[in-house]
């Protein structure tokens, strides 16, 4: 048969259809899905940009801007102009960048509770957790500080750098896998992030360092924020990285629980049901981020199985909430 010519319109079945990126199980879809929602109507645009016009004045007048805040408007800005892939991406990315912003707010939150818990803490753990017997029993972080080396420092160093970053990059890649896991991943990481600020405000606790610096004795609350161990870190590479970013650190208070843990146990806690291929390197990530907390004496061991605790509270919110968004609701008969 001749091929047909002319303006007849074309077939529909050999058009090219839009993929959709994963399914929101994480599995590939298996028929071809609408192409995505267009971005926000212009009334929405315009009030997102100008929340976020408010939400950068706020932060001038409290913590002041930062280079990662404008990096971080810039690109909001941009994926609500963009719209279509970027809208849907924003729609699901934004209990990530809003984690930093209650961060960065809470360094104005007064404490709650001024009874900052200095020698009982202390004292539980060498209890619970020291090592050595008698006089010579020692907390974990003091044993450490006597045991350092340089290719410690590098390496618990470099996890102390990177444990922010696993679950905001993470986020972002799971927008490619699985729209479940990308939400299990922001809003865990939101979670558990509220979740350890109202701990810090009802159980203020000194860390390691601070009874190394000023002992057991009365609270200074005065204290500044010290990088502790962290400062090898720098003198070994010769950098400022973590004398500026303890120099501008929320809570000096802050031991219970240890968030560094927290975020990477949330990262990993979220990425369950992907396979071992994703979970065992975040896993490994969470034990070495532990480790590292009680060898640059930032925390105790009872602050790091705190952490842990609260990503898997948190997980537990996120997953119900998660999951009940995507059970479709059943007809009426």
Not at 215 to 235: H, I, M, N
Not at 277 to 298: D, E, K, N, T
């Amino acid at each position: 048969m001749a091929a047909r010519h002319g303006s007849e319109s074309p077939d529909p079945a050999n058009e090219t259809p839009a993929i959709e990126l994963g399914d929101e199980d994480g599995s590939a879809p298996d028929s071809p899905q609408p192409t995505a929602k267009p971005g926000p109507a212009r009334q929405l645009r315009a009030a997102l940009l100008g929340a976020m016009a408010l939400l950068l004045i706020i932060l001038s007048a409290t913590v002041g801007l930062r280079a990662e805040h404008y990096a971080a408007a810039a690109a909001v800005g941009a994926f609500i102009f963009i719209g279509g892939w970027a809208w849907q991406f924003l729609l699901l990315y934004w209990p990530v960048p809003a984690t930093g912003l209650v961060y960065d707010l809470s360094r104005k939150i007064a404490l709650t509770n001024p009874d900052v818990h200095v020698a009982d803490l202390y004292y539980a753990e060498l209890r619970w957790f020291g090592v050595g017997s008698g006089a010579d029993r020692q907390i974990l972080a003091d044993y450490f500080l006597t045991r350092t080396s340089a290719a410690l420092d590098l390496i618990c160093g470099l996890s102390y750098m990177v444990y922010l970053y696993v679950p905001m990059v993470l986020a972002a890649a799971l927008f490619f896998v699985s729209r479940r896991h990308m939400k299990l991943m922001a809003w865990g990481f939101f979670v558990t992030n509220v979740i350890g600020i109202v701990v810090y405000m009802l159980y203020p606790a000194a860390p390691p360092w601070y009874v190394a610096k000023y002992g057991l004795g009365p609270v200074q609350l005065d204290a500044l924020p010290d990088a502790a161990g962290t400062l090898r870190f720098d003198a070994l590479l010769g950098v400022d990285y973590f004398r500026e970013f303890y120099a501008r650190s929320s809570h000096v208070f802050g031991a219970m629980p240890s968030l560094h843990v927290g975020y990477t146990a949330a990262a990993a806690l979220a990425l369950v049901g992907l396979g071992w291929r994703w979970v065992l390197p975040v896993a490994a990530l969470v034990v070495l981020v532990g480790f590292s907390a009680l060898y640059l004496q930032h925390h105790y061991l009872i602050d790091v199985i705190a952490g842990g605790a609260c990503a898997a509270v948190a997980y537990a919110i996120v997953r119900l909430g998660v999951d009940r968004r995507l059970v479709p609701k059943r007809k009426a008969r």
